[in-house]
């Protein structure tokens, strides 16, 4: 009997002589086991990147299962917008947590093709109007206030690409093109005719020329619900816009693939939104999700500014559609900050009329009834014109 106990006394001592000497006792691998890692706890992985929340799971000793990815803010992109095992939920050792991992923002404007740069125009054109004496003309003045004065052409002024033709309405009206002094003035709507009664036509606004300046687009109301029209510089092929009824202010990407526009909303009938659409009237998308008129495209493609109306007390909410605030700001947006960004706002007057200039280094609107110039960036715009008068509509 006490040779049998002594016996295993020394198997037992061998046996842990060989646990403790062992190689593999010194293991990772065996240290896993010897701390029971036999299950997985979930931990939190909200909000890391997608690296970090891969390494956190495996060292909990859980596996990455199905990574599905949604549109995110730009901040989120790559990084974990949720987890399908809750954190702190324990599992088998190697159980699988899926990940949603957000991609960015949804591609809201249309990737711009081939661009045709524009030349920068000598002067800013804009219309003028006197309430007190009722006089209204054209005006042009350089970018820094100096040098005002009449010019030869109609309403709402378009440069063209070359910044050698100015496009506008007159009469009765027409769309007229001419040079800022007058000169080669003709006709290119109604196709055909010619300055007088015999060619009026009703309802001619807003034209704008195409950024090779084979074609115009602009808004003509003979019939309502009214579509957008087309037509070439030499008066051909005038045709609508197809899913383009009751738009208005409409004018060419800078590729002259698709054109931007606003439109009332269809419930409270004075809201407008602002949406693109390819000159064939295919793949009509809505920009904007609350207020948004006189939209114009940058120069390079990549973002659209608008005029907008925001909530008093915080600059960067759009107001809703049930609020009476008239547009008192500029918002802007692109694929990378799909949400409205404000770049300017009054809240005391209205802001009206935003513009790109040729080379994009400014932004042109209408505030208290006068020209002003603010940057890209935003800021404190600077006043051009000053009264007496009202001025509106630039362009440059």
């Not at 990940?99 to 093709?113: A, D, I, S, W, Y």
């Not at 935003?354 to 603010?374: F, H, M, V, Y």
Request: proline residues 10%.
């Amino acid at each position: 009997m006490g040779t049998r106990i002594a016996v295993g006394a020394v198997a037992l001592v061998a046996v842990v002589g060989v646990g403790v000497s062992s190689p593999a006792a010194s293991s990772g691998l065996v240290r896993l086991s010897s701390t029971s890692r036999v299950h997985c706890r979930a931990p939190e992985t909200v909000g890391l990147s997608l690296d970090k929340a891969v390494k956190r799971l495996r060292h909990a000793g859980c596996r990455v299962g199905a990574i599905r990815r949604h549109v995110s803010s730009v901040r989120r992109e790559n990084r974990v917008l949720r987890q399908h095992l809750p954190a702190g939920e324990r599992r088998a050792g190697g159980a699988k947590v899926g990940l949603l991992v957000g991609k960015g923002p949804r591609q809201l404007l249309p990737e711009p093709g081939p661009i045709v740069p524009r030349r920068l125009p000598p002067y800013i054109a804009y219309d003028w109007y006197d309430a007190g004496t009722n006089a209204s003309e054209a005006r042009l003045v350089a970018p820094d206030g100096s040098d005002s004065r009449t010019a030869q052409f109609g309403a709402s002024p378009s440069w063209s690409p070359d910044a050698t033709e100015i496009l506008s309405i007159v009469g009765c009206p027409f769309i007229w093109a001419a040079g800022p002094d007058g000169s080669d003035g003709h006709v290119l709507f109604p196709p055909g005719a010619s300055l007088g009664p015999g060619g009026c036509v009703d309802n001619v606004e807003q034209p704008h020329w195409s950024p090779d300046g084979r074609a115009i687009v602009f808004t003509w109301w003979p019939d309502v619900p009214h579509p957008i029209y087309i037509e070439n510089a030499d008066g051909s092929d005038l045709h609508p816009v197809p899913n383009t009824e009751g738009g208005q202010d409409a004018s060419f990407s800078p590729d002259g693939r698709w054109i931007i526009f606003d439109k009332p909303d269809q419930q409270t009938g004075v809201w407008s939104h602002v949406y693109a659409i390819r000159v064939d009237g295919t793949g009509r998308r809505r920009l904007t999700n609350w207020s948004g008129e006189g939209a114009s495209w940058s120069p390079d493609g990549t973002r659209i500014i608008y005029a907008c109306a925001t909530h008093p007390e915080a600059d960067s909410q759009l107001a809703d559609p049930g609020d009476d605030v008239a547009p008192h700001a500029v918002c802007v947006i692109s694929n990378r900050h799909p949400m409205p960004r404000t770049l300017y706002v009054n809240p005391k007057q209205a802001v009206t009329d935003p513009t790109w200039n040729a080379d994009g280094s400014k932004i042109l609107i209408t505030i208290r009834e006068q020209i002003a110039l603010l940057s890209p960036s935003g800021g404190t715009p600077v006043m051009i014109t000053h009264p007496p008068g009202s001025a509106s509509a630039p362009d440059w």
